[in-house]
């Protein structure tokens, strides 16, 4: 029996084989259509493009594009497979490198692998990132970890400057003796512009319901902390340190939010002054990070 991950209402999906329609036809196999709802019982009333309706198992039913692969006999990579067996680094990340953590954290582990050279021939390509496969553990090919983090999206960067790291080969320390190639005065529009969105979901969520998530709020003000110094310093600094006590004040609600907004706004400002005096170049070493990938291409094909 064919499985699959759970369907959200929206999703398009084509029947696997003849249904029972709901005005007492059959819908045929390829039939396309959308998920509408979720029976009690688990079952998908999928709404046809011809607006009838049939209800199908999840076996019965299949993603638009995974049928049109299975249509062509084309055959995805599997991301787990590719995780546990060429995973080149991997550190623990969120709450616990920080040193926010309380009993209650995850373990958030994040990784990179290097797919091989030869898959990238193929009709079908590799996975950019894979879920999985334990728990809370996320990981980037390679070749798209270089692309995010030359852009200095922050989660990609804090990898890199883990003090947990949990899996390092020789292609794993060479990438992380590029990390400075990676940071630039970009980190000023990523770092800022994410925490300035999000601040204004979290009022949003303030207005209506008296209280923001305040976990998400300590991490952004920690977001900000953390981007002053990496101008400041050229240096990411993934431990929360000296502001520790006062972030978990923020975490159990304990300051209230004008102070808060007070202490964002003030970072931001101190943000402004950093990007005027930092010691950052403007752009990331692309060169440098382009020519370790190729590299890293060529040695990793079989031999």
């Given at each position: 029996m064919v499985q699959g991950p759970r369907l959200a209402v929206g999703t398009q999906v084509v029947l696997r084989g003849a249904v029972?329609?709901?005005r007492g036809g059959i819908a045929q196999?390829?039939?396309t259509g959308r998920v509408a709802a979720v029976t009690a019982d688990g079952r998908y009333v999928v709404r046809l493009v011809?607006?009838?309706?049939a209800i199908a198992r999840r076996d019965q039913l299949s993603l638009r594009t995974a049928y049109q692969d299975e249509a062509i006999g084309l055959v995805r990579p599997d991301g787990d497979r590719l995780v546990r067996e060429h995973t080149i680094y991997a550190a623990v990340v969120g709450s616990r490198a920080f040193g926010l953590d309380t009993d209650q954290s995850d373990?958030?582990?994040r990784g990179v692998y290097v797919a091989p050279t030869e898959a990238y021939w193929s009709l079908v390509k590799p996975p950019a990132h894979v879920d999985g496969p334990e728990p809370e553990w996320f990981s980037w090919e390679v070749e798209r970890f270089c692309e995010l983090a030359l852009k200095s999206n922050p989660n990609l960067l804090e990898v890199l400057y883990s003090p947990l790291v949990v899996?390092?080969?020789?292609?794993?320390e060479e990438l992380v003796?590029?990390?400075?190639?990676?940071?630039s005065q970009l980190a000023y529009q990523t770092y800022s512009g994410y925490v300035l969105s999000q601040f204004?979901?979290?009022e949003t969520d303030f207005r209506r319901d008296g209280a923001?998530?305040?976990k998400h709020v300590m991490h952004l003000i920690r977001l900000l902390i953390a981007a002053r110094g990496l101008l400041l310093e050229a240096n990411v600094v993934v431990d929360a340190g000296r502001y520790r006590e006062r972030l978990l004040q923020i975490r159990r609600g304990e300051l209230p939010w004008d102070e808060v907004e007070r202490w964002r706004l003030r970072l931001h400002g101190e943000l402004d002054d950093a990007l005027r005096h930092t010691l950052l170049p403007a752009t990331p070493d692309v060169a440098r990070v382009d020519d370790w990938l190729r590299s890293v291409r060529s040695r990793n094909l079989t031999r």
């Open positions: 029972a329609d709901g196999r390829g039939a011809d607006g009838r309706e373990t958030d582990t899996q390092q080969t020789p292609l794993g003796g590029l990390r400075r190639s990676f940071l204004k979901k979290l923001p998530k305040w």
